[in-house]
């Protein structure tokens, strides 16, 4: 165990250095990286499983409804970005009190905000055309309503309770969110697998009740747990919900609110882009093509996501020298993960007929297109989350109208000049090139 230990510390300085907080960050990443990398294979094969039980339309609708569900998160103002900042700050100053404060009134302004928008959907739901919305005939108009419901009402519960996680993720622990999805993921792929053998194949509504109910029971036996046993003295409280005092609270979090709306209507909104422009079929083949491609994403994201924290703990006390040199290490890490997605490009073909056989065909073309995406994406990321780690998201706020803008009329425009659902992975490509270019002068000026 000794000698382990200390090949331990000779890999964890010379990956990361030596540093207090260079150590809890090498521990994170080492302890989420079996778990991120289950949870890869668990997409894999989720995708062939869930075409399997559906069909390719049914599989379209699918991805667009939950795309559009997924705008609800608007709603959150940024809120439970704010907060994990602030309780990251809390916890640098040891500020107990203060952190329970910012978590009792992120829990009352989300909680009262989705269970209002909730109350709202369900009064408008029946008047919604689902059909027209999602540009498909397939499925009856009432069946859609239910399917909605059921999707909507899970999810709101799931994002409320999901609030959770921010607290280990201010705490610099993303193992903990990490092990969540993990227990998340596996059992809804379990429950889908038993679904396809015992039950009517293409039932969408059992589909919806597996994939977003499992969130709402597993983050609720997260919240007993964290605030019952791990961290009691942040337990939310209805008497700390401080809503006069949370003025430094809601202007991060407004910061954060507009960085997650364009990544909402820029990243996530995709699906329902290619729907509205060509048709729920293109949907299945454009998500195939970007689930393969977003594999190297999130590899960066699993290695860059646990330094967030530390890097407002860091930011916080003026410890500039150590976000720089993590700066460093992250963007040699990205360099790497471009070489492999390289290779993911020019082996495409191969890689899908492993993958999903012959259920769907995925032009060479448009793989390429989304594999460059995913190249421009992957160099500014840790870039990016260095700047949400500072919580100087002011060039968010500037670059915001600019990237939707462009991601929209490009689409558009380049939909009518080239027709094919290949221009969505052009504007998003071009889209992604502004941060790669602007990030690295706003983190010299604020570092400086």
């Given at each position: 165990?000794?000698?382990?230990?200390?090949?331990?510390r000779?890999?964890r300085?010379?990956?990361?250095g030596?540093?207090e907080?260079?150590?809890?960050?090498?521990?994170q990443?080492?302890?989420?990286?079996?778990?991120?990398?289950?949870g890869?294979?668990?997409?894999?094969?989720?995708?062939?499983l869930?075409?399997?039980?559906?069909?390719?339309?049914r599989?379209?609708?699918?991805?667009?409804?939950?795309?559009?569900v997924?705008?609800?998160?608007l709603a959150?103002?940024?809120?439970?970005g704010g907060?994990?900042?602030?309780?990251?700050?809390?916890?640098?100053?040891k500020?107990?009190?203060?952190g329970?404060?910012h978590?009792?009134t992120?829990?009352?302004?989300?909680?009262?905000l989705?269970l209002f928008?909730?109350l709202?959907?369900?009064?408008?739901?029946?008047?919604?055309n689902w059909?027209?919305?999602?540009?498909?005939?397939?499925i009856?108009?009432?069946?859609?309503?239910?399917?909605?419901?059921?999707?909507?009402?899970?999810?709101i519960?799931?994002?409320?309770?999901?609030?959770?996680?921010?607290?280990?993720l201010?705490?610099?622990?993303s193992f903990?969110?990490?092990?969540v999805?993990?227990?998340?993921?596996?059992?809804?792929?379990?429950?889908?697998?038993?679904?396809?053998r015992?039950t009517e194949?293409?039932?969408?509504i059992l589909?919806?009740?597996?994939?977003?109910?499992m969130?709402?029971?597993?983050?609720?036996?997260?919240?007993?747990?964290?605030?019952?046993v791990?961290?009691?003295?942040?337990?939310?409280s209805f008497?700390?919900?401080?809503?006069?005092?949370?003025?430094?609270?809601?202007?991060?979090?407004?910061?954060s609110?507009?960085?997650t709306?364009?990544y909402?209507?820029?990243?996530g909104?995709?699906?329902f882009?290619?729907a509205?422009l060509?048709?729920?079929?293109?949907?299945t083949?454009?998500?195939i093509?970007?689930?393969m491609?977003?594999?190297?994403?999130?590899l960066?994201?699993?290695?860059?996501?646990?330094?967030?924290?530390?890097?407002?703990i860091?930011?916080?006390?003026?410890?500039f020298?150590?976000?720089?040199?993590?700066q460093n290490?992250?963007?040699?890490?990205a360099?790497l993960?471009?070489?492999?997605?390289?290779?993911?490009?020019?082996?495409?073909?191969f890689?899908?007929h492993?993958w999903i056989?012959?259920?769907a065909t995925?032009?060479?073309?448009?793989s390429?297109?989304?594999g460059?995406?995913?190249?421009?994406?992957?160099?500014?990321h840790?870039?990016s989350?260095?700047?949400?780690?500072?919580g100087k998201?002011?060039?968010?706020?500037?670059?915001s109208p600019?990237?939707?803008s462009?991601?929209i009329?490009?689409?558009?425009?380049?939909?009518?000049i080239l027709?094919?659902?290949?221009?969505?992975?052009?504007a998003?490509?071009?889209?992604c090139?502004?941060p790669?270019i602007?990030y690295?002068?706003?983190l010299k000026?604020?570092l400086?």
């Amino acid at each position: 165990m000794e000698r382990f230990r200390y090949f331990y510390r000779i890999i964890r300085n010379f990956l990361v250095g030596s540093h207090e907080l260079s150590s809890v960050y090498f521990k994170q990443v080492s302890a989420t990286f079996i778990i991120k990398a289950l949870g890869v294979l668990i997409s894999l094969v989720y995708v062939p499983l869930v075409l399997g039980f559906l069909d390719k339309e049914r599989y379209g609708i699918w991805v667009t409804l939950t795309t559009i569900v997924h705008w609800v998160r608007l709603a959150d103002l940024g809120i439970g970005g704010g907060m994990r900042l602030k309780l990251s700050e809390a916890i640098a100053l040891k500020d107990n009190r203060l952190g329970r404060i910012h978590i009792s009134t992120t829990y009352g302004l989300i909680g009262g905000l989705f269970l209002f928008i909730l109350l709202i959907f369900y009064f408008i739901n029946p008047y919604l055309n689902w059909q027209t919305i999602l540009n498909s005939t397939l499925i009856e108009k009432t069946e859609l309503t239910r399917l909605a419901t059921v999707t909507v009402t899970f999810f709101i519960l799931g994002f409320i309770l999901k609030t959770v996680n921010l607290v280990y993720l201010a705490h610099g622990n993303s193992f903990a969110e990490s092990l969540v999805h993990f227990i998340t993921s596996s059992g809804s792929l379990l429950l889908i697998f038993l679904a396809s053998r015992f039950t009517e194949q293409g039932n969408l509504i059992l589909l919806a009740a597996i994939v977003t109910g499992m969130p709402v029971f597993v983050n609720a036996g997260l919240s007993v747990y964290t605030f019952y046993v791990k961290y009691p003295h942040f337990r939310p409280s209805f008497k700390l919900i401080k809503l006069r005092e949370s003025g430094s609270l809601m202007k991060l979090s407004l910061q954060s609110f507009i960085s997650t709306v364009t990544y909402l209507i820029i990243y996530g909104s995709v699906p329902f882009v290619v729907a509205q422009l060509y048709s729920p079929s293109e949907v299945t083949i454009f998500s195939i093509a970007y689930s393969m491609f977003n594999l190297p994403i999130m590899l960066i994201s699993l290695i860059a996501a646990p330094i967030k924290p530390l890097i407002t703990i860091a930011y916080t006390k003026k410890d500039f020298g150590w976000i720089r040199h993590m700066q460093n290490r992250l963007n040699k890490i990205a360099l790497l993960l471009v070489a492999g997605t390289v290779l993911m490009i020019v082996f495409n073909q191969f890689i899908y007929h492993i993958w999903i056989g012959d259920k769907a065909t995925i032009p060479f073309l448009l793989s390429a297109a989304i594999g460059v995406f995913a190249i421009i994406n992957i160099l500014q990321h840790a870039n990016s989350i260095i700047v949400l780690g500072t919580g100087k998201m002011m060039i968010n706020v500037i670059l915001s109208p600019i990237n939707i803008s462009l991601f929209i009329g490009l689409s558009i425009l380049l939909s009518g000049i080239l027709n094919n659902v290949i221009s969505v992975a052009f504007a998003l490509t071009i889209t992604c090139l502004i941060p790669l270019i602007v990030y690295p002068f706003w983190l010299k000026k604020i570092l400086a």
